[in-house]
């Protein structure tokens, strides 16, 4: 966890189209999620970054192209990442937040940045065959054992989780129609790249 002591609270100078790559951890240090993207701006709920259809997503162990465009919200101040799916997506999620720790970001180089976080195991998801739900209780409960989640942590993410769940059920922003905005600004900045 060290790696992610240095890390900027906001990426410096960075445009829209640049390249973002997302990084979890867990919180033992073993990595896991890694998925690239292009930057699309940033509002009062964060910074926004549009993973393409086809983008390698991969974990130690497994890997699969996306098959279609997510938009990643990556939290000025909170303990989770959001990533919006939309009716092209052939599964059932439509937004999965995934309660985190230590976000933040460092620079790459010759360019882009890289967007590290912790994945603190519990998830909310909104899906059309399930509704909205808290999943992976049983991970939190078993990780805090066996990764030694201070007890402190482990209430802070508990918490985090049911404030999230309330949220995406009455669907406070920006778990309402906020991605939509950034779906159709990411198309357009994948459209241009190809054109």
Not at 128 to 152: K, V
């Amino acid at each position: 966890m060290n790696r992610l002591q240095t890390l900027a609270q906001a990426p410096g100078d960075i445009a829209v189209g640049d390249q973002v790559i997302a990084r979890a951890w867990k919180y033992d240090g073993w990595p896991h999620w890694v998925v690239p993207g292009r930057y699309l701006g940033a509002d009062e709920y964060g910074h926004w970054v549009i993973q393409p259809a086809g983008s390698l997503v991969a974990r130690p162990g497994a890997a699969f192209a996306a098959e279609s465009d997510a938009i990643c919200l990556f939290p000025h101040d909170a303990d989770w990442v959001a990533t919006f799916y939309d009716d092209s997506h052939p599964g059932h999620f439509r937004l999965y937040i995934d309660v985190s720790r230590n976000l933040g970001w460092r620079a790459l180089k010759p360019s882009g940045w890289e967007f590290n976080s912790i994945d603190m195991d519990l998830d909310v998801v909104r899906s059309t065959s399930r509704g909205i739900y808290l999943d992976d209780e049983d991970e939190f409960e078993d990780h805090a054992l066996s990764m030694g989640y201070p007890q402190e942590l482990a209430q802070r993410m508990r918490d985090a989780a049911r404030e999230l769940l309330e949220a995406v059920e009455t669907r406070q922003e920006p778990f309402g129609a906020s991605a939509d905005v950034w779906f159709d600004r990411g198309r357009r900045l994948l459209a241009q790249a190809v054109g």
